[in-house]
């Protein structure tokens, strides 16, 4: 007699399909088992793979109605449990489930079973989320499958719980945005059918509205949707009592799926007010709750509500510890499980902001992931070791540090010592040489720099031979000029391809910095330049347009070569989501570039008057090219009213003759022009002043 037949659906898997059929070989070996697989209509290699593994393989007609094809597969079985899963989940540790099936005494006690998938979220970060599903039932005389789509077996009580034995599915990769979307219009189309008919009352119809709208939710062109749909499912819920199991959880769950929209689509504010808006309609505070405190805690920080948003992440990250009852887990997915980092980077910036760096550090290490939203968490501890004076960090951080990156934070160190006093440089000094033996040759130059010491930094030129320094190579000039080095003593030191033309733009940088920067864009338009090439250009254009001592409308002539050249290496060196979100982190010097490229944007739209709001945003940020920016302005505005900015040209020409007259003693003729001014800008505040200087008091035009 057959103790366990195994049905699945299929169409076009012949990419995922034996790998599911061979985990399930030890289960079908061990137990009397029986293999069904219906096939919706594969074009690939599926249905040739499936009859590798079982005769039982045959065709039916897709009719966007998944519980049908269930029940198909459910008709040919012939043992005693059904157990259905699709062709890209793969069973893990089966001989739990093995060992249950064997025990005819154990198996009488239940009508089904219990276990776990494990739903992979994302390949590149490892993200998996895990809830419970009844995935295999006693066989039972008029009961079959329900719901067009999320498909389901009624439940059968009692259950049993498997604790190893689980599922891992692949299907939902959202790595894979393309696989997403088609998936996404597939659900679309069978909710679409299904909502158009009748929705049942209760909990069972805002269940269904919601599994629709979180299916709306992935889909871009009609994500917009889904506030209205979650709010029928809201409507149906609201009438039950309030201490309904399925009101609480299912209401959590909706207003889960609203934030989620409102925070991907970046409009805190309205995430802000839905998780008000839920809390007033939840008198009860549980475990549910866990996606509206993480989304509502984003949403605050965002708006630079720090203190809101320590409070409600560390609910939510308490609530993210606790074990989830498998009833909640039936009826409600999280979107924010398994995305503490996420949230624990959260609430570091907001601790930053409030210039609490104990607490700040204490989170940061709780982040278990070596990169979240695009930040290698190592680099970011090593830039706050560095910041806030935690120099006892550095040597461990150090050996953190991904290959690939050292350079390139070891460049930022030159520059971050130059900024502090000389009892912290001695303190990051005795970090360092912690870890000087393990690499010599970036260190030892880099301690006599930090220490200031000319004799220290000759003898470590001498002993480094033709070795190239990985570090800020300006700042290494600039302490060289400072301590008094010649530049011939550096010079062989520093082997780069293009050592000739990168010395000579030094020593322009400290003659003729302007020069060079118009024949540095040349360069620039006329080839790609590399990474490190890219970041001498930002280093010397940031340092020229930031050069109070240089006139501000010399300064300004380097404005595009700025944003090219600075815009192309943000790119470069940064994920787009750090660019778009997350610029807060970045150099105040870089944000201010970013500000200025969208008021590029904005004039290129003639849009002035947010040009004009983008680089007073920028400047907030970096006061120091406040004059620069001044002039910017004035362009645009000229730009945006050439007429009036011709009369302001004229008023300034027409007022210096008048002063030449009245200089001159010429009353008559100044009185005249003062009187053709006031017809042409009566409102010009010179006039009156003027005007003084001709006329008796008693006179003065008014």
């Known amino acids: 007699m057959t103790v366990l037949s195994i049905g699945m659906i299929v169409k076009n898997e012949a990419q995922n399909l034996r790998r599911t059929l061979e985990a399930l070989q030890p289960l079908l070996k061990a137990v009397k088992g029986q293999l069904i697989i219906a096939d919706t209509g594969s074009e690939d290699e599926t249905i040739a793979i499936a009859k590798e593994f079982t005769k039982e393989v045959f065709s039916i007609r897709w009719e966007n109605d998944f519980a049908k094809a269930r029940n198909a597969t459910l008709a040919e079985a012939k043992g005693d449990w059904f157990f259905y899963l699709d062709a890209d989940e793969v069973l893990t540790e089966p001989e739990e489930l093995i060992q249950f099936l064997n025990n005819t005494k154990q198996q009488k006690k239940y009508r089904s079973i219990t276990l776990e998938i494990h739903n992979l979220v994302s390949e590149k970060r490892d993200v998996w989320k895990n809830f419970s599903s009844t995935r295999i039932f006693r066989i039972e005389p008029n009961t079959y499958f329900e719901g067009a789509i999320h498909e389901f077996y009624p439940r059968q009580l009692p259950f049993y719980e498997l604790k190893r034995c689980h599922l891992k599915h692949y299907g939902y990769n959202n790595d894979d945005t393309v696989f997403m979307q088609q998936k996404s219009k597939r659900n679309l189309a069978i909710f679409d059918a299904r909502v158009a008919q009748e929705i049942p009352d209760g909990s069972r119809g805002a269940k269904l509205l919601f599994d629709y709208a979180e299916s709306l939710a992935l889909n871009d062109e009609r994500k917009e949707q889904t506030a209205e749909i979650v709010r029928r499912g809201i409507a149906l819920l609201l009438p039950l009592e309030i201490s309904d199991s399925f009101r609480v959880i299912l209401l959590a769950r909706g207003y889960s799926i609203m934030m989620s929209v409102a925070h991907n689509s970046h409009r805190p504010t309205e995430c802000l007010q839905m998780g008000e808006e839920y809390f007033n309609l939840q008198p009860e505070r549980g475990i549910w709750d866990m996606d509206i405190y993480g989304f509502l805690g984003y949403a605050q920080m965002k708006l630079e509500d720090y203190a809101a948003a320590i409070e409600n992440i560390k609910v939510y990250l308490q609530l993210a510890q606790k074990e989830k009852p498998q009833e909640l887990m039936r009826n409600i997915i999280f979107t924010l499980d398994g995305m503490e980092n996420w949230l624990c980077l959260a609430l570091v910036q907001s601790y930053l902001k409030l210039h609490d760096y104990a607490q700040a550090w204490t989170y940061l290490e709780q982040i278990k992931d070596a990169e979240v939203e695009g930040i290698d968490i190592t680099a970011f501890k090593w830039q706050m070791a560095l910041d806030h004076d935690s120099a006892e960090h550095l040597p461990k951080l150090y050996h953190e540090l991904r290959e690939d990156n050292r350079e390139m934070i070891l460049q930022s160190l030159p520059h971050a010592i130059c900024q502090k006093d000389s009892a912290r440089q001695q303190d990051i000094a005795a970090g360092l040489r912690q870890i000087v033996h393990d690499d010599e040759k970036t260190l030892l130059p880099l301690l006599a720099l930090v220490t200031g010491d000319a004799a220290e930094l000759r003898d470590c030129l001498q002993r480094m031979g033709e070795h190239y320094f990985p570090t800020e190579q300006g700042a290494i000039i600039r302490q060289c000029l400072k301590l008094q080095i010649p530049m011939n003593e550096l010079l062989p030191h520093l082997d780069k391809p293009f050592i000739d033309d990168y010395m000579m733009a030094c020593q322009r940088y400290y003659n003729d910095w302007l020069n060079w920067a118009a024949s540095y864009y040349a360069v620039f338009k006329a080839h790609d330049m590399t990474l490190s090439e890219l970041w001498f250009a930002r280093y010397l254009l940031n340092s020229g347009i930031s050069n109070t001592a240089l006139d501000p409308n010399l300064r300004l002539t380097i404005w595009q070569p700025l944003l090219a050249c600075v815009g192309k290496y943000l790119r470069l060196i940064y994920q787009p989501v750090m660019l778009a979100e997350q610029r807060e982190l970045l150099p105040p010097n870089d944000q201010f570039v970013l500000w200025a490229e969208q008021a590029e944007e904005a004039l290129t739209q003639k849009d002035y008057a947010q040009a004009i709001h983008n680089l007073r945003e920028g400047v907030k940020i970096y006061p120091a090219v406040q004059a620069v920016v ?73």
């Open 630 to 702: 001044e002039r910017k302005l004035t362009e645009i505005e000229e730009l945006a009213d050439p007429i009036g900015a011709e009369m302001r040209r004229l008023a300034i020409t027409v007022k210096a003759q008048i002063r030449q007259f009245i200089a001159a003693e010429q009353l008559t003729e100044a009185e005249s022009l003062i009187n053709e001014l006031a017809a042409i800008i009566p409102d010009d505040p010179d006039i009156p002043y003027l005007l003084e200087q001709v006329q008796p008091a008693d006179m003065i035009w008014n």
